[in-house]
Nanobody
Framework: QVRLVESGGGLVQAGGSLRLSCAAS????????IGWYRQAPWEQRELVAL???????DYADSVKGRFTISRDNAKNTVYLQMNGLKPEDTAVYYC?????????WGQGTQVTVSS
């Protein structure tokens, strides 16, 4: 059973930075992909950043140039470095992984950006 546990959320001033962590019980190098989604109140859940087993990455247009996804295989952890945070980044952030044919979700961590 793969489990994903997020941490690093909190309250930050606009323009500030946070680093989210996702610790996985499975071996992340064996996953097809792992990434971050977010969901703001009354909004659809959206993909923020994705990294594949081959280290290719993809980002939502709204976060390109500000967010960076990375992984540490030795620690079995994926990170989302968030710089230049904006109030519209406020959401619950969820770690997600795919290890075919299955998908896994973390419990979510709240990020709040004040103006």
């Amino acid at each position: 059973q793969v489990r994903l546990v997020e941490s690093g959320g909190g309250l930050v001033q606009a323009g500030g930075s946070l680093r989210l962590s996702c610790a996985a019980s499975g071996r992340i190098f064996s996953f097809n992909a792992i990434g971050w989604y977010r969901q703001a109140p009354w909004e659809q859940r959206e993909l923020v950043a994705l990294i594949t087993s081959g280290d290719s990455t993809d980002y939502a247009d709204s976060v390109k140039g500000r967010f960076t996804i990375s992984r540490d295989n030795a620690k079995n952890t994926v990170y989302l470095q968030m710089n230049g945070l904006k109030p519209e980044d406020t959401a619950v952030y969820y770690c997600w992984s795919r290890s075919s044919p299955y998908e896994y979700w973390g419990q979510g961590t709240q990020v709040t950006v004040s103006s």
